[in-house]
């Protein structure tokens, strides 16, 4: 470790470490307004000087070495910072009383006090521009900002959506996007990196604006006036008095804003943020301590909690009476319920009742459900959306590896050479995932191999872009492991080691030459050679997957392949390598492990182990079901059958998000009694004969687990609205009027139960998990987590992978001379599944109206379609109506959908097709007709998509062009002019 001596003291570096980072680490207080420590050096502000060995340097971009003297109150060092600061003030009104962003933590604020500025030696200059109001959830004021391009930064280099820039060249400098546009009209995603890390009010969440401030809400000339006042006492006054004003006030608000961190609730990356609320108002979302994010979000996590207080949450029980619906009391319709599931469970027996959990409940509701279906009713029936989803990963990996969860954290993504992404649309379904790739790619090398059927970005960015045919990915996977075997390309020493079953894996791989991989996926035999050239010469690499391989018939086996080529090439067990099935909800991790599941008790412990049955038998003193139990699919089936009487099922679209739906709805309308939970009247609650309002996440405790295997704490923001409960009290109310004792009186009272019964959670309890801490299952009973899977020995008894043969079938319902097109399906950035959440986010809804289906260009001229030309898709199940998209992201015969949508949902069209082992739909393949109608509407996308901009990649903030600047000097005599650091 280098030493240093800073203002006298002796102080030690780690290697590598910024001077900045060592200082803040020290708490030697320098001023800094560029600088983040997620964004690195920027360069831009200049406050960060600092004299070593008689030098001016900058702090932010200075490695420490060592012996280095460091002095950061000399005179040299104070004037430098004070006039880097002052030319920074000519950029920014003051006015921090009547400012909303005056809340403690304005850097430009603070840093106006720390170095006790009292006036300003270079006047404040107001920019020729107009405020940006165009993006429904951010403005920009040219005219507060500072050009520190911390959001130029987060943007190009953290994000990398690649919109903003700063026009250094131009005499009134500004943030651009597109490199002029309106932000409304730009490629601006509303990830809202931008907004977050910016240290002043120039970009600040519409949502706070005239709502945090005590005077903040007043009209607009009254502000002015108020400016203006603020202005005039300046001379006289000094800063250091107007700031005593604006700081008593921001103290009044913290008496009524609240900061609350919580877990988002919408896809599995886990990001975590603090919500600020006044009253049940949300001000903003707040993200910097996440483990799994930092200061990343997307539109969703960030903007998109208009649901939260939206007018149409359920707020009271309803009861199905002569086909209507009615409102009850709590206390009625738990009667209700508990009456039905009793007389059936005597009539029909416990196995007539099934149970349905939902991704959207924290873990310890999922694990109440399991517990009421086993220990209550005394059945396995139960499940939870992992079925339509990520069960074929689960499979493919307990058949390799051991664990059926991601092998490492998202921080190997990162350290990898070589990313693999296979039917992952990355950046539009878990885009903070996709920030970290893109951002590897970009900065540090990383290679990116993309195998799919869209062009989407990732596969836009890709070193390599792989377009097979419609589920072949399996063919040509196992094609690359052949391949690398039989041209000594293996990692034999890997394998001698820590594999078994190479003999029979080889010669389960005779069919797959690359020939014949060629000729079955479409892919060119040399393209598939680079694919395997690629992996060889990569140290580590990682392999990323979601719907496009698991929802297809073989999903379980091509899950399989993918981890099988993994061992091939020694990619697990080492940091930067390894498997990562990618979770599409924030707790489908967290549903399967914790037993919503039909042959497994919370944490993948089997039904049908006596050890095991004994240890919960004991624990819940009851005897428990042997036998597995229904899955969501069989479930259907034996509704149809006669078999299945009754369903309670808690916030799932069942109706809508399940393949071949209209057979899906017609089930649900032979149920004797549905009880459906949920906090909106959903199309499912139509079939239900009781409806029951549960809360949303920012209305209650729990935890969920992210794709990592992350366990993270949620905080109640909000109460829950009035008529309202978390669903693990209703739960535990019905499992008390069907005769338990349940008596938890808090989340973290089930989570100790939960610890104490599952080896995987021994060691996890909410102290562990207090605010922003987290752990990566399996947790040891003395709190020890695992991030990197793996490395010691595999998670089967004698240490040992197992490579796993597999054969191909071939995808089912494949398309003929009448149903001649493949629709594929999937998700879109700003939505999330069919909609029934960011719908009701106005600004989302704004973007992104409706559905669609994307036409290749080749396609629409054949056929004489535009883009807002309406089409009928039919398919051997079903027909929808939907407007077409003409767009390249889809070639030749092939079409796209997106899910968002209630009105014409695109699982009208799926089949019942399922992968045999796990039955997951097999939503991915499916056939249809097109019939082009004769109205034409406008684009389903409006020209305020982000898909219609124009990126302007750049190298971050590029701060030597401000450097070349002819008015720009060095603030300071002396100063080492560096690079920016990357």
């Not at 959990?357 to 396995?380: D, F, H, P, W």
């Not at 905080?715 to 005769?739: F, H, M, S």
């Not at 767009?887 to 019942?912: A, C, F, H, K, W």
């Amino acid at each position: 470790m280098a030493k240093v001596s800073i203002d006298g003291i002796v102080r030690e570096a780690e290697p590598n470490e910024l001077l900045i980072d060592l200082l803040n680490r020290a708490d030697v207080t320098v001023p800094h307004v560029c600088y983040h420590p997620q964004l690195g050096p920027v360069q831009t502000c200049d406050t960060c000087m600092v004299e070593a060995d008689g030098r001016l340097i900058r702090a932010c971009a200075t490695e420490v070495a060592d012996g280095m003297n460091i002095s950061t109150k000399s005179k040299k060092a104070a004037a430098a910072q004070v006039e880097a600061f002052d030319r920074i003030l000519s950029n920014h009104l003051l006015y921090c009383t009547v400012c909303d962003n005056n809340n403690g933590n304005c850097t430009v604020h603070n840093t106006t006090k720390l170095l006790a500025i009292e006036h300003q030696r270079i006047p404040f200059r107001s920019k020729p521009y107009e405020v940006d109001n165009t993006n429904p959830f951010y403005r920009y004021d040219p005219d507060q900002c500072i050009l520190c391009g911390r959001c130029v930064e987060a943007c190009q280099n953290v994000e990398v959506n690649e919109t903003l820039s700063i026009n250094w060249e131009d005499p009134n400098p500004r943030v651009l996007w597109d490199g002029g546009s309106t932000i409304g009209e730009s490629s601006c995603v509303s990830c809202g990196h931008c907004v977050t890390v910016c240290p002043c009010n120039a970009l600040m969440e519409k949502t706070m604006l005239g709502h945090a401030g005590f005077f903040t809400s007043l009209r607009k000339s009254t502000l002015s006036g108020m400016i203006e006042v603020v202005k005039g006492v300046e001379p006289e006054t000094g800063y250091g008095t107007i700031l005593q004003v604006s700081e008593a006030e921001e103290a009044m608000r913290e008496h009524r804003i609240r900061k609350t961190k919580t877990v988002c609730t919408y896809c599995g990356v886990g990001c975590s943020f603090d919500v600020w609320t006044k009253d049940r108002h949300i001000l903003k979302v707040a993200p910097e301590h996440g483990p799994a994010n930092g200061i990343s979000t997307c539109v969703k996590g960030k903007f998109g909690w208009g649901h939260i207080n939206n007018e149409d949450r359920l707020t009271t029980p309803l009861i199905r009476e002569e086909g209507k619906f009615r409102q009850a009391s709590w206390d009625e319709a738990l009667a209700l319920v508990a009456r039905k599931l009793s007389d059936l469970k005597a009539k029909s027996g416990p196995d007539s009742i099934a149970f349905i959990s939902s991704s959207k409940c924290t873990n310890e509701e999922s694990y109440l459900m399991q517990k009421l279906a086993r220990a209550v009713i005394g059945t396995n029936n139960i499940d939870n959306c992992s079925r339509y989803c990520q069960s074929p990963a689960t499979v493919g990996l307990f058949r390799t590896v051991g664990y059926g969860g991601d092998s490492g954290s998202i921080s190997d993504m990162e350290k990898a050479d070589l990313v693999l992404i296979v039917g992952s649309n990355t950046a539009e379904s878990h885009p903070v995932i996709a920030t970290r790739v893109k951002s590897s790619h970009k900065l540090d090398g990383q290679k990116l191999i993309v195998s799919d059927l869209r062009e989407h970005e990732m596969a836009r960015r890709a070193d390599l872009f792989l377009h097979p045919k419609p589920g072949t990915d399996l063919v040509w996977l196992s094609a690359i492991s052949r391949y690398l075997i039989d041209n000594d390309l293996a990692d034999t020493k890997f394998l001698d080691r820590w594999v078994n079953g190479l003999a029979d894996y080889r010669k389960s791989l005779e069919p797959f030459t690359m020939e014949a991989a060629s000729r079955i996926s479409g892919v060119p035999e040399e393209t598939l050679k680079t694919v395997a050239q690629m992996i060889s010469e990569a140290e580590r690499m990682c392999i990323l997957w979601a719907m496009g391989v698991t929802q297809h018939s073989q999903g379980s086996d091509t899950s399989t392949a993918i981890s099988n080529l993994l061992l091939i090439t020694g990619n697990y067990m080492r940091p930067g390598t390894g498997a990562y099935p990618l979770r599409g909800h924030n707790n489908v991790q967290g549903a399967s492990d914790h037993g919503a599941m039909p042959n497994m008790l919370p944490g993948y412990q089997s039904v049908d182990d006596p050890e095991v049955r004994q240890r919960y038998e004991t624990g819940w003193k009851v005897k428990l079901p042997a036998a597995k139990g229904l899955d969501n699919h069989q479930m259907v089936e034996a509704i149809h059958e006669g078999k299945l009487k009754a369903m309670y099922l808690i916030g799932e679209e069942m109706s809508i998000v399940d393949s071949n739906s209209n057979y899906v709805g017609d089930a649900f309308a032979k149920l004797e009694f549905f009880v459906v939970q949920d906090i909106f009247f959903s199309n499912t609650c139509r079939y239900a004969d009781v409806v029951l309002p549960g809360a949303p996440s920012l209305e209650k405790e729990g935890t969920f687990t992210s794709t990592e295997r992350r366990v993270q704490r949620l905080y109640q923001v909000l109460e829950p609205l009035e008529g309202c409960r978390p669903d693990w009290k209703i739960t535990q109310e019905i499992a008390n009027r069907l005769g338990a004792e349940w008596h938890y009186q808090h989340p973290s009272e089930i989570m100790d139960e939960v610890a104490s019964l599952t080896p995987m959670f021994a060691g996890v309890n909410y102290e562990r998990l207090a605010g922003y801490r987290s752990l990566q299952w399996p947790v040891a009973a003395d709190g020890t987590d695992e991030p990197l899977l793996y490395t010691k020995r595999f998670a089967f008894p004698d240490g040992k992978a197992r490579l796993f043969p597999v054969s191909w079938i071939g995808p089912t319902d494949l398309p003929d001379s009448k149903f001649d097109l493949h629709l594929n399906n999937g998700r879109l950035l700003e939505h999330f599944h069919e909609g029934n959440l960011t719908y009701r986010t106005e600004g989302i809804r704004e973007k992104t109206p409706d559905t669609f289906v994307e036409v290749s260009p080749e396609l629409a001229e054949e056929r004489g379609i535009q883009s807002g030309t309406w089409v009928q898709l039919i398919s051997r199940y079903g027909q929808v109506r939907v407007r077409a998209l003409v767009t390249d992201r889809v070639r030749g015969q092939e079409l796209y959908m997106p899910m968002n949508s209630i009105e014409s949902p695109v699982n009208r069209l799926t089949s019942s097709h399922t992968d045999p082992v796990t039955n997951t739909p097999a939503y991915k393949e499916t056939s249809v007709h097109l019939n082009v109608l004769a109205e034409v509407g406008e684009s389903p996308l409006p020209r305020i998509n982000f898909r219609f901009g124009h990126p302007t990649p750049q190298n971050g903030v590029e701060v030597e062009r401000k450097w070349k600047r002819p008015d720009y000097a060095p603030p300071g005599n002396g100063l080492v002019q560096l690079q920016t650091k990357k």
